[in-house]
Protein backbone atom coordinates (compact mmCIF):
# COMPACT_ATOMS: atom_id res chain seq x y z
CA UNK A 1 0.00 0.00 0.00
CA UNK A 2 1.42 3.45 -0.78
CA UNK A 3 2.14 5.53 1.84
CA UNK A 4 -1.17 7.59 4.13
CA UNK A 5 -0.07 10.83 3.23
CA UNK A 6 -0.79 9.99 -0.85
CA UNK A 7 -4.01 8.55 -0.52
CA UNK A 8 -7.15 10.02 -1.71
CA UNK A 9 -10.08 11.36 -0.04
CA UNK A 10 -11.70 8.47 -1.49
CA UNK A 11 -9.07 5.60 -0.44
CA UNK A 12 -8.06 7.27 3.01
CA UNK A 13 -12.22 7.03 3.76
CA UNK A 14 -12.21 3.62 2.51
CA UNK A 15 -9.32 2.61 4.78
CA UNK A 16 -10.58 4.60 7.82
CA UNK A 17 -14.21 2.85 7.16
CA UNK A 18 -12.30 -0.69 7.62
CA UNK A 19 -10.41 0.21 10.40
CA UNK A 20 -6.73 -0.67 8.13
CA UNK A 21 -5.38 2.78 9.68
CA UNK A 22 -6.67 5.84 11.90
CA UNK A 23 -6.92 9.32 11.48
CA UNK A 24 -4.64 9.98 14.11
CA UNK A 25 -1.81 7.77 11.57
CA UNK A 26 -3.31 9.48 8.38
CA UNK A 27 -2.64 13.17 9.97
CA UNK A 28 0.99 12.24 11.45
CA UNK A 29 1.63 11.11 7.79
CA UNK A 30 0.71 14.07 6.37
CA UNK A 31 2.75 15.91 9.39
CA UNK A 32 5.47 14.06 8.96
CA UNK A 33 5.24 15.03 4.92
CA UNK A 34 5.37 18.62 5.74
CA UNK A 35 8.15 18.62 8.27
CA UNK A 36 10.10 16.67 5.50
CA UNK A 37 9.26 19.13 2.50
CA UNK A 38 7.84 22.20 3.16
CA UNK A 39 11.23 24.51 4.13
CA UNK A 40 11.87 23.78 0.54
CA UNK A 41 8.10 24.32 -0.86
CA UNK A 42 7.09 27.13 1.49
CA UNK A 43 3.13 26.03 1.04
CA UNK A 44 2.79 26.88 4.52
CA UNK A 45 2.00 29.61 6.38
CA UNK A 46 1.14 27.65 9.92
CA UNK A 47 0.40 24.76 10.51
CA UNK A 48 -1.67 23.51 13.37
CA UNK A 49 -0.15 20.00 14.46
CA UNK A 50 -1.34 19.77 17.97
CA UNK A 51 -5.19 20.73 17.39
CA UNK A 52 -4.81 18.34 13.97
CA UNK A 53 -3.82 15.29 16.18
CA UNK A 54 -6.50 16.29 19.03
CA UNK A 55 -9.18 16.41 16.32
CA UNK A 56 -7.93 13.48 14.69
CA UNK A 57 -8.17 11.52 18.62
CA UNK A 58 -11.68 12.59 18.69
CA UNK A 59 -12.80 11.10 14.92
CA UNK A 60 -11.17 8.04 16.10
CA UNK A 61 -12.91 7.60 19.16
CA UNK A 62 -16.41 8.87 17.31
CA UNK A 63 -14.86 5.85 14.02
CA UNK A 64 -14.57 3.51 16.70
CA UNK A 65 -17.83 3.83 18.41
CA UNK A 66 -20.05 4.03 15.53
CA UNK A 67 -18.03 2.32 12.75
CA UNK A 68 -19.07 3.21 9.21
CA UNK A 69 -22.71 4.92 10.32
CA UNK A 70 -19.99 8.09 11.54
CA UNK A 71 -19.11 8.73 8.03
CA UNK A 72 -23.21 9.16 7.81
CA UNK A 73 -23.41 12.65 9.01
CA UNK A 74 -19.54 13.22 8.81
CA UNK A 75 -18.73 12.17 5.28
CA UNK A 76 -14.82 13.56 5.68
CA UNK A 77 -14.39 12.85 9.04
CA UNK A 78 -10.71 12.21 10.10
CA UNK A 79 -9.63 13.69 6.42
CA UNK A 80 -6.33 16.06 6.82
CA UNK A 81 -6.79 19.27 4.52
CA UNK A 82 -5.16 22.64 4.29
CA UNK A 83 -6.68 25.67 3.83
CA UNK A 84 -5.97 28.86 1.72
CA UNK A 85 -4.73 31.65 4.18
CA UNK A 86 -7.84 33.63 3.27
CA UNK A 87 -10.35 32.00 4.82
CA UNK A 88 -11.17 32.70 8.20
CA UNK A 89 -10.14 30.34 11.00
CA UNK A 90 -11.32 30.78 13.91
CA UNK A 91 -8.54 31.11 17.04
CA UNK A 92 -6.15 30.61 13.87
CA UNK A 93 -4.14 33.35 12.83
CA UNK A 94 -5.88 34.75 8.91
CA UNK A 95 -3.35 37.11 6.92
CA UNK A 96 -4.00 36.52 3.60
CA UNK A 97 -0.67 36.25 3.30
CA UNK A 98 -0.38 40.58 3.70
CA UNK A 99 1.44 42.29 6.23
CA UNK A 100 -1.75 44.40 7.03
CA UNK A 101 -3.14 41.33 8.94
CA UNK A 102 -0.15 40.17 10.21
CA UNK A 103 -1.43 38.63 13.77
CA UNK A 104 -5.08 38.83 13.20
CA UNK A 105 -6.98 36.26 14.58
CA UNK A 106 -10.49 35.71 13.89
CA UNK A 107 -13.22 35.37 16.16
CA UNK A 108 -15.11 33.06 13.74
CA UNK A 109 -14.70 30.70 11.07
CA UNK A 110 -15.45 31.24 7.44
CA UNK A 111 -18.70 29.20 6.74
CA UNK A 112 -16.66 26.90 4.18
CA UNK A 113 -14.38 26.16 6.83
CA UNK A 114 -17.13 25.92 8.55
CA UNK A 115 -18.72 23.10 6.99
CA UNK A 116 -16.04 21.09 6.51
CA UNK A 117 -15.07 20.93 10.03
CA UNK A 118 -18.79 19.82 10.77
CA UNK A 119 -18.20 17.37 8.07
CA UNK A 120 -15.02 15.93 9.99
CA UNK A 121 -12.68 17.18 7.98
CA UNK A 122 -9.08 17.79 9.97
CA UNK A 123 -7.19 21.22 9.73
CA UNK A 124 -3.77 21.16 9.02
CA UNK A 125 -3.01 24.79 8.85
CA UNK A 126 -2.72 27.49 6.30
CA UNK A 127 -1.65 28.08 3.11
CA UNK A 128 0.20 30.64 1.54
CA UNK A 129 -1.05 33.28 -1.70
CA UNK A 130 -0.57 36.13 -3.24
CA UNK A 131 -1.45 38.97 -0.92
CA UNK A 132 -4.88 39.30 -0.98
CA UNK A 133 -5.00 37.12 -3.76
CA UNK A 134 -3.63 39.83 -5.97
CA UNK A 135 -1.34 37.32 -8.44
CA UNK A 136 -0.87 33.88 -10.51
CA UNK A 137 1.93 33.05 -9.01
CA UNK A 138 2.33 33.01 -4.85
CA UNK A 139 5.49 36.11 -5.47
CA UNK A 140 3.70 38.76 -4.38
CA UNK A 141 3.08 37.49 -0.87
CA UNK A 142 4.26 39.19 1.79
CA UNK A 143 5.10 36.31 3.57
CA UNK A 144 8.04 34.77 0.52
CA UNK A 145 7.21 32.57 -2.37
CA UNK A 146 6.01 28.84 -2.69
CA UNK A 147 7.90 26.43 -4.82
CA UNK A 148 6.57 24.59 -7.19
CA UNK A 149 6.86 21.05 -5.89
CA UNK A 150 7.94 19.46 -9.66
CA UNK A 151 10.66 21.71 -9.60
CA UNK A 152 11.74 24.08 -7.31
CA UNK A 153 13.19 26.56 -9.82
CA UNK A 154 9.52 27.57 -10.78
CA UNK A 155 6.42 29.18 -8.79
CA UNK A 156 3.27 27.01 -8.14
CA UNK A 157 0.75 29.18 -9.91
CA UNK A 158 -1.43 31.87 -7.39
CA UNK A 159 -3.07 33.25 -6.22
CA UNK A 160 -3.97 29.61 -4.77
CA UNK A 161 -0.28 28.09 -5.23
CA UNK A 162 0.21 27.16 -1.43
CA UNK A 163 -2.83 25.24 -1.28
CA UNK A 164 -1.72 23.45 -4.90
CA UNK A 165 2.00 22.78 -3.96
CA UNK A 166 0.35 20.99 -0.80
CA UNK A 167 -1.72 19.17 -2.09
CA UNK A 168 0.82 17.71 -5.06
CA UNK A 169 3.33 16.97 -2.61
CA UNK A 170 0.74 14.99 -0.53
CA UNK A 171 1.66 17.20 2.75
CA UNK A 172 -2.33 17.22 2.97
CA UNK A 173 -5.17 14.97 0.70
CA UNK A 174 -6.91 17.97 -0.24
CA UNK A 175 -7.02 21.93 0.19
CA UNK A 176 -8.95 24.90 -0.70
CA UNK A 177 -8.73 27.40 -3.33
CA UNK A 178 -10.38 31.12 -4.19
CA UNK A 179 -10.96 31.78 -8.05
CA UNK A 180 -11.64 35.96 -9.26
CA UNK A 181 -9.91 35.05 -12.55
CA UNK A 182 -7.78 31.89 -12.56
CA UNK A 183 -6.70 32.07 -8.93
CA UNK A 184 -7.66 28.07 -8.38
CA UNK A 185 -7.67 26.25 -11.91
CA UNK A 186 -4.37 28.04 -12.62
CA UNK A 187 -2.43 26.63 -9.58
CA UNK A 188 -4.12 23.28 -10.09
CA UNK A 189 -2.92 23.28 -13.70
CA UNK A 190 0.79 24.21 -12.55
CA UNK A 191 1.08 21.48 -10.09
CA UNK A 192 -0.86 18.89 -11.81
CA UNK A 193 -3.92 18.51 -9.22
CA UNK A 194 -7.20 19.32 -9.90
CA UNK A 195 -8.75 22.39 -8.67
CA UNK A 196 -12.72 23.24 -9.61
CA UNK A 197 -13.87 26.91 -9.71
CA UNK A 198 -17.96 26.57 -9.16
CA UNK A 199 -20.15 28.98 -10.45
CA UNK A 200 -20.05 31.82 -8.75
CA UNK A 201 -22.43 31.75 -5.48
CA UNK A 202 -22.61 28.06 -5.13
CA UNK A 203 -20.18 27.92 -2.25
CA UNK A 204 -20.48 31.12 0.40
CA UNK A 205 -18.10 33.70 0.02
CA UNK A 206 -18.62 34.43 4.12
CA UNK A 207 -15.51 34.41 5.90
CA UNK A 208 -13.54 34.70 2.92
CA UNK A 209 -10.93 37.81 2.50
CA UNK A 210 -12.44 39.56 -0.01
CA UNK A 211 -11.13 40.90 -3.09
CA UNK A 212 -13.66 41.24 -5.78
CA UNK A 213 -16.98 40.42 -4.05
CA UNK A 214 -19.30 40.38 -7.33
CA UNK A 215 -17.05 37.39 -8.80
CA UNK A 216 -14.98 34.97 -5.77
CA UNK A 217 -15.57 32.13 -6.10
CA UNK A 218 -14.27 29.63 -3.42
CA UNK A 219 -13.60 25.85 -4.57
CA UNK A 220 -11.55 22.66 -3.83
CA UNK A 221 -8.48 21.55 -4.65
CA UNK A 222 -7.98 17.84 -4.92
CA UNK A 223 -6.07 14.90 -5.97
CA UNK A 224 -9.22 13.54 -7.90
CA UNK A 225 -12.10 14.76 -9.87
CA UNK A 226 -13.95 12.03 -7.69
CA UNK A 227 -12.29 13.95 -4.78
CA UNK A 228 -13.26 17.62 -5.93
CA UNK A 229 -17.05 16.18 -5.97
CA UNK A 230 -16.95 14.94 -2.42
CA UNK A 231 -15.46 17.74 -1.22
CA UNK A 232 -17.31 20.43 -3.31
CA UNK A 233 -20.47 18.97 -2.00
CA UNK A 234 -19.25 19.43 1.44
CA UNK A 235 -18.32 23.04 1.24
CA UNK A 236 -21.02 24.04 -1.10
CA UNK A 237 -25.01 25.58 0.16
CA UNK A 238 -26.98 28.52 0.99
CA UNK A 239 -26.05 30.24 3.36
CA UNK A 240 -28.10 33.08 5.18
CA UNK A 241 -24.73 35.57 6.12
CA UNK A 242 -24.22 35.53 1.97
CA UNK A 243 -26.79 36.57 0.39
CA UNK A 244 -25.58 35.85 -2.86
CA UNK A 245 -25.30 32.64 -2.35
CA UNK A 246 -27.15 29.98 -4.48
CA UNK A 247 -30.96 28.45 -2.73
CA UNK A 248 -30.27 25.91 -5.33
CA UNK A 249 -29.79 22.04 -4.02
CA UNK A 250 -26.76 20.67 -3.43
CA UNK A 251 -26.61 17.89 -5.94
CA UNK A 252 -24.49 14.85 -5.16
CA UNK A 253 -21.67 15.45 -7.64
CA UNK A 254 -20.39 11.85 -7.13
CA UNK A 255 -23.44 10.11 -8.20
CA UNK A 256 -24.20 12.18 -11.04
CA UNK A 257 -20.94 12.29 -12.11
CA UNK A 258 -21.30 8.58 -12.62
CA UNK A 259 -24.30 8.34 -14.10
CA UNK A 260 -23.50 11.12 -16.80
CA UNK A 261 -23.38 10.30 -19.81
CA UNK A 262 -21.40 12.59 -23.01
CA UNK A 263 -23.34 11.44 -25.48
CA UNK A 264 -25.35 14.14 -27.45
CA UNK A 265 -23.82 16.86 -24.85
CA UNK A 266 -22.84 20.37 -26.83
CA UNK A 267 -19.37 21.46 -26.07
CA UNK A 268 -18.88 25.08 -27.24
CA UNK A 269 -14.53 25.78 -28.31
CA UNK A 270 -14.60 29.73 -27.83
CA UNK A 271 -12.74 30.32 -31.29
CA UNK A 272 -11.13 33.60 -29.94
CA UNK A 273 -9.02 31.99 -27.10
CA UNK A 274 -7.60 29.90 -29.47
CA UNK A 275 -6.72 33.00 -31.84
CA UNK A 276 -4.05 34.24 -28.75
CA UNK A 277 -0.83 33.05 -28.63
CA UNK A 278 -0.57 29.50 -26.75
CA UNK A 279 1.84 27.63 -25.27
CA UNK A 280 2.07 24.24 -28.22
CA UNK A 281 2.00 21.93 -25.15
CA UNK A 282 -1.55 23.81 -23.48
CA UNK A 283 -2.60 23.33 -27.18
CA UNK A 284 -1.84 19.94 -27.48
CA UNK A 285 -3.36 18.70 -24.31
CA UNK A 286 -6.66 20.78 -24.89
CA UNK A 287 -6.90 19.39 -28.55
CA UNK A 288 -6.58 16.04 -26.68
CA UNK A 289 -9.30 16.76 -24.39
CA UNK A 290 -11.73 17.71 -27.45
CA UNK A 291 -11.02 14.52 -28.98
CA UNK A 292 -11.59 12.11 -25.61
CA UNK A 293 -15.12 14.16 -24.79
CA UNK A 294 -15.86 13.59 -29.01
CA UNK A 295 -15.04 9.38 -28.54
CA UNK A 296 -17.44 9.62 -25.42
CA UNK A 297 -19.98 10.63 -27.82
CA UNK A 298 -20.05 14.90 -27.11
CA UNK A 299 -20.07 17.01 -30.21
CA UNK A 300 -17.83 19.97 -30.07
CA UNK A 301 -18.68 23.41 -31.67
CA UNK A 302 -17.28 26.71 -32.23
CA UNK A 303 -18.99 29.17 -29.91
CA UNK A 304 -17.95 32.97 -30.54
CA UNK A 305 -17.12 34.63 -27.31
CA UNK A 306 -15.94 38.16 -26.29
CA UNK A 307 -12.14 37.43 -26.70
CA UNK A 308 -9.89 37.28 -24.15
CA UNK A 309 -8.42 40.99 -25.26
CA UNK A 310 -11.55 42.43 -24.54
CA UNK A 311 -12.41 40.15 -21.58
CA UNK A 312 -8.93 40.97 -19.66
CA UNK A 313 -9.42 44.77 -19.81
CA UNK A 314 -13.30 44.30 -18.29
CA UNK A 315 -11.31 41.82 -15.69
CA UNK A 316 -8.93 44.37 -14.83
CA UNK A 317 -11.17 47.79 -14.57
CA UNK A 318 -13.97 45.77 -12.63
CA UNK A 319 -11.57 43.71 -10.42
CA UNK A 320 -9.70 46.71 -9.78
CA UNK A 321 -12.35 48.97 -8.62
CA UNK A 322 -13.65 46.19 -6.02
CA UNK A 323 -10.72 45.48 -4.52
CA UNK A 324 -9.82 49.47 -3.91
CA UNK A 325 -12.97 49.44 -2.16
CA UNK A 326 -13.40 46.03 -0.19
CA UNK A 327 -9.73 47.18 1.08
CA UNK A 328 -10.51 50.65 2.54
CA UNK A 329 -12.12 48.88 5.14
CA UNK A 330 -8.42 48.06 5.86
CA UNK A 331 -7.83 50.80 8.68
CA UNK A 332 -6.06 49.16 11.72
CA UNK A 333 -8.94 50.15 13.71
CA UNK A 334 -10.59 47.34 14.49
CA UNK A 335 -8.08 44.32 13.70
CA UNK A 336 -5.27 44.58 11.86
CA UNK A 337 -2.24 46.95 11.01
CA UNK A 338 -2.61 50.68 9.31
CA UNK A 339 -2.39 51.08 5.80
CA UNK A 340 1.07 51.34 5.72
CA UNK A 341 1.71 47.78 5.67
CA UNK A 342 0.52 47.57 2.41
CA UNK A 343 2.61 45.70 -0.38
CA UNK A 344 3.19 47.32 -3.60
CA UNK A 345 1.02 45.06 -5.87
CA UNK A 346 -1.85 45.81 -3.34
CA UNK A 347 -1.30 49.79 -3.84
CA UNK A 348 -1.12 49.61 -7.33
CA UNK A 349 -4.23 47.70 -7.44
CA UNK A 350 -6.03 50.39 -5.01
CA UNK A 351 -5.22 53.05 -6.58
CA UNK A 352 -6.30 52.17 -9.85
CA UNK A 353 -9.37 51.30 -8.89
CA UNK A 354 -9.58 54.31 -7.19
CA UNK A 355 -8.92 56.17 -10.16
CA UNK A 356 -11.65 54.32 -12.31
CA UNK A 357 -14.03 54.82 -9.58
CA UNK A 358 -13.94 58.29 -9.18
CA UNK A 359 -15.95 61.13 -10.05
CA UNK A 360 -15.30 62.28 -13.74
CA UNK A 361 -13.81 58.42 -14.55
CA UNK A 362 -16.55 56.47 -13.44
CA UNK A 363 -18.51 56.44 -16.86
CA UNK A 364 -15.58 56.53 -18.48
CA UNK A 365 -14.10 53.36 -16.96
CA UNK A 366 -16.32 51.38 -14.67
CA UNK A 367 -19.40 52.12 -16.27
CA UNK A 368 -18.14 51.30 -19.51
CA UNK A 369 -16.70 47.79 -18.31
CA UNK A 370 -20.14 46.78 -16.69
CA UNK A 371 -21.56 47.14 -20.45
CA UNK A 372 -18.84 45.13 -21.86
CA UNK A 373 -19.20 42.40 -18.83
CA UNK A 374 -22.81 42.41 -20.00
CA UNK A 375 -21.45 41.11 -23.21
CA UNK A 376 -19.53 38.35 -21.81
CA UNK A 377 -21.89 36.83 -19.76
CA UNK A 378 -24.38 37.18 -22.80
CA UNK A 379 -22.00 34.86 -24.92
CA UNK A 380 -21.37 32.58 -21.80
CA UNK B 1 8.89 54.79 -22.83
CA UNK B 2 6.11 57.27 -23.01
CA UNK B 3 7.08 61.05 -22.96
CA UNK B 4 5.96 62.19 -19.35
CA UNK B 5 3.28 64.33 -21.01
CA UNK B 6 1.46 61.88 -23.03
CA UNK B 7 0.93 59.72 -19.48
CA UNK B 8 -2.25 59.16 -18.79
CA UNK B 9 -1.92 59.47 -14.84
CA UNK B 10 0.70 62.26 -13.90
CA UNK B 11 2.80 61.94 -11.05
CA UNK B 12 0.01 64.93 -9.43
CA UNK B 13 -2.98 62.61 -10.13
CA UNK B 14 -0.85 59.80 -8.79
CA UNK B 15 0.01 61.57 -5.87
CA UNK B 16 -3.93 62.82 -5.46
CA UNK B 17 -5.29 59.16 -5.60
CA UNK B 18 -2.82 58.19 -3.32
CA UNK B 19 -4.07 60.74 -0.57
CA UNK B 20 -7.72 59.69 -1.51
CA UNK B 21 -6.77 55.68 -0.67
CA UNK B 22 -4.85 56.89 2.11
CA UNK B 23 -1.67 55.11 1.08
CA UNK B 24 1.51 56.57 1.57
CA UNK B 25 3.60 55.69 -1.68
CA UNK B 26 6.55 58.44 -1.03
CA UNK B 27 9.62 57.42 -3.46
CA UNK B 28 7.25 55.81 -5.57
CA UNK B 29 5.28 57.86 -7.36
CA UNK B 30 7.06 57.87 -10.82
CA UNK B 31 6.89 53.81 -10.67
CA UNK B 32 3.01 54.56 -9.90
CA UNK B 33 2.64 56.76 -13.10
CA UNK B 34 4.38 55.09 -15.45
CA UNK B 35 2.48 51.50 -14.03
CA UNK B 36 -1.24 52.82 -14.08
CA UNK B 37 -0.95 54.72 -17.33
CA UNK B 38 0.63 51.70 -19.27
CA UNK B 39 -2.73 49.74 -17.71
CA UNK B 40 -4.76 52.65 -18.68
CA UNK B 41 -3.39 52.28 -21.84
CA UNK B 42 -4.53 49.02 -22.38
CA UNK B 43 -8.12 49.23 -21.04
CA UNK B 44 -8.26 51.36 -23.79
CA UNK B 45 -8.93 48.56 -25.54
CA UNK B 46 -12.80 48.82 -24.72
CA UNK B 47 -13.32 51.82 -26.80
CA UNK B 48 -13.25 49.23 -30.15
CA UNK B 49 -16.77 47.81 -28.70
CA UNK B 50 -20.13 48.85 -29.61
CA UNK B 51 -21.99 48.90 -26.52
CA UNK B 52 -24.22 51.90 -26.31
CA UNK B 53 -27.03 49.47 -26.68
CA UNK B 54 -26.50 46.72 -24.20
CA UNK B 55 -27.13 47.52 -20.53
CA UNK B 56 -24.99 46.87 -17.43
CA UNK B 57 -23.99 44.14 -15.21
CA UNK B 58 -24.87 44.36 -11.84
CA UNK B 59 -25.40 41.12 -10.95
CA UNK B 60 -25.06 37.38 -12.55
CA UNK B 61 -26.97 35.14 -9.59
CA UNK B 62 -30.99 36.85 -10.73
CA UNK B 63 -31.49 36.49 -7.04
CA UNK B 64 -33.51 39.70 -6.04
CA UNK B 65 -34.56 41.06 -2.00
CA UNK B 66 -32.67 38.19 -0.14
CA UNK B 67 -33.81 38.23 3.23
CA UNK B 68 -33.12 36.21 6.30
CA UNK B 69 -35.43 34.41 8.15
CA UNK B 70 -34.29 35.83 11.62
CA UNK B 71 -32.75 33.22 13.22
CA UNK B 72 -29.93 34.26 13.11
CA UNK B 73 -29.86 36.73 15.44
CA UNK B 74 -26.31 37.49 16.42
CA UNK B 75 -23.42 36.47 14.71
CA UNK B 76 -20.29 37.61 16.93
CA UNK B 77 -20.50 38.46 20.90
CA UNK B 78 -19.46 42.29 21.75
CA UNK B 79 -16.10 40.40 23.09
CA UNK B 80 -15.52 38.48 20.32
CA UNK B 81 -15.75 41.94 18.01
CA UNK B 82 -13.37 43.82 19.79
CA UNK B 83 -10.92 40.86 20.28
CA UNK B 84 -8.57 42.70 17.91
CA UNK B 85 -9.13 45.81 18.35
CA UNK B 86 -5.84 48.08 18.79
CA UNK B 87 -8.24 50.53 21.86
CA UNK B 88 -10.70 50.29 23.46
CA UNK B 89 -12.36 52.49 25.29
CA UNK B 90 -15.45 51.69 27.69
CA UNK B 91 -15.61 48.65 25.95
CA UNK B 92 -16.15 50.54 22.48
CA UNK B 93 -13.80 50.88 19.66
CA UNK B 94 -12.02 53.75 19.89
CA UNK B 95 -10.62 55.98 16.90
CA UNK B 96 -9.20 59.00 15.48
CA UNK B 97 -11.04 61.67 15.52
CA UNK B 98 -12.31 62.59 12.10
CA UNK B 99 -11.99 66.57 12.90
CA UNK B 100 -8.60 68.30 14.03
CA UNK B 101 -6.46 65.26 12.90
CA UNK B 102 -3.17 65.78 13.41
Not at chain 1, 155 to 165: C, K, T
Not at chain 2, 40 to 47: G, W
Amino acid sequence: MSKLNELTVKEALEGLKKKEFTSVDLVKSCLAQIEKFDPKIKAFLRVTSESAIKKAEEADKEISAKGAEAFVNKPLLGIPYAAKDNYSTKNIETTASSKVLEGYVPPFDATAIKKLNEAGAILLGKTNLDAFAHGSSTETSDFGTTFNPWDLSKVPGGSSGGSAAAVASHMVLFATGSETGGSTRGPASWCGVTGVKPSYGRVSRYGIVAMASSTDSPGPLTKTAEDAAVVLRVMAGKDPLDATSSPAEVPDYLAEGKSFSMKGVKIGRPVSYFEMELEEGTRKKIDEAIEVFKSLGAEIIDVDMLSPKYSIAVYTILQRSEVSSNLARLDGIRYGHDRNSFGFEAKKRIMLGAYTLSSGYYDAYYAKAQNRNKCTVRVL
Amino acid sequence: MDAMDSRKITIEEVKKIAQMSKLNIEGDEEKFSQLLSQTLEYIKILDELDTSKVSETFQVTGLTNVYQDGSQKVTLSREDALKNVKEIIRNLVATKGVFDRE
